[in-house]
């Protein structure tokens, strides 16, 4: 295979890992405000409190991905993104923080609370205007430092806030029980339904402003061969809405979420491929000297199945629902 080409699907693969699996504890956080009791939000906290710094593993490994095998992209991301990067971060610092100190705090909980809650908003609104402004394109270095913050950077901001709360529903589903499962659940189907009319708006959009994806999936027979993505978008969304109804499956919902992102996530890089940037930088204009990414191959190799071990190992050990007498650590 082509090593840039290798490379462009690894790095996908790690995005798309980090968005499902930081995706739900960041949700968790943009939650906060629907489950106001004490006793709720520590069990918030228990549920997440075993996975949530490993899932940012993979936001490590696709950074590292992107800076050694498509330098150029890297510097033409970074030096457009500096703001909304560095707030992102800030947020997932004060997020991180108020995770731990939480556990320990009395008098001053609320206030991490509120940490938590603002960082986990805050890093997901970033990392979704991040996603429109790399979408929507522009010429890297010639931008100014607000210039990537447009009408549809900021919708898709809200947009990955309104993914990532639904996933967190789901998997309150998956490790709850009770009045918690419950409101889980009821939350998670209205927020099916503004995900589903939010995935037809940004398409649209998408469609009418980039004529490059536009004609990716009109011309020809593409739209034929493409069609399975959008309909099975609509299927999962359906099936969804009604596994969250009345008395919810337990582990089903998450799995179809999961499925939702999957899809979106190949429809994004059906339209983009094989742009990194789009009317700009292809993977293969981007990618480092094939040297480079030859001498990067063992260390993929070894560490690459190491992390996906851990990761199943540690799902597979907390398994099954969060119990009232659990502890955080």
């Not at 906060?32 to 490993?54: N, T």
Request: aromatic content about 16%.
């Amino acid at each position: 295979m082509d090593l840039a080409l290798f490379y462009y699907l690894l790095l996908g693969f790690a995005v798309l890992m980090y968005v499902v699996l930081d995706g739900f504890d960041l949700g968790l956080g943009i939650l906060y405000p629907w489950f106001k009791s004490e006793g709720e939000r520590d069990h918030m906290m228990r549920s997440i409190s075993h996975v949530w710094d490993g899932n940012e593993t993979w936001l490590v490994f696709g950074g590292v991905v992107l800076f050694a095998a498509f330098p150029a992209a890297y510097a033409g991301i970074l030096s457009t993104m500096y703001t909304p990067i560095i707030i992102m971060l800030i947020g997932l610092i004060f997020r991180g923080v108020a995770f731990e100190y939480r556990f320990k705090a009395h008098r001053s909980k609320h206030l991490w609370d509120w940490a938590f809650f603002l960082g986990s908003a805050v890093a997901t609104f970033c990392q979704g205007t991040i996603l429109g402004a790399v979408v929507q394109g522009g010429k890297a270095g010639d931008q100014g430092a607000l210039d990537w913050l447009t009408p549809f950077s900021v919708f898709t901001g809200f947009a990955l806030m309104t993914a990532y709360a639904l996933l967190a529903c789901c998997y309150l589903v998956m490790k709850s029980r009770g009045e918690i499962m419950a409101r889980s659940a009821h939350l998670g189907r209205k927020l099916v339904i503004a995900l589903m009319v939010i995935l037809v708006i940004v398409s649209l959009w998408t469609l009418y402003a980039n004529t490059e994806v536009r004609a990716r999936w009109f011309d020809g027979i593409n739209f034929i061969l493409l069609l399975p993505l959008p309909l099975l978008s609509a299927l999962f969304g359906w099936l969804l809405y009604r596994d969250l109804d009345g008395d919810p499956h337990e582990t089903r919902p998450f799995w179809l979420a999961v499925g939702l992102f999957i899809l979106g996530f190949a429809g994004l890089v059906v339209g983009l491929f094989p742009y990194l940037i789009p009317h700009q930088l292809t993977l293969w204009e981007a990618s480092a000297p094939d040297s480079s990414l030859t001498f990067l191959l063992p260390g993929i190799l070894i560490f690459l199945p190491l992390i996906c071990a851990y990761t199943l190992w540690g799902y597979r050990i907390f398994s099954g629902k969060v119990e009232d007498f659990e502890e955080g650590y």
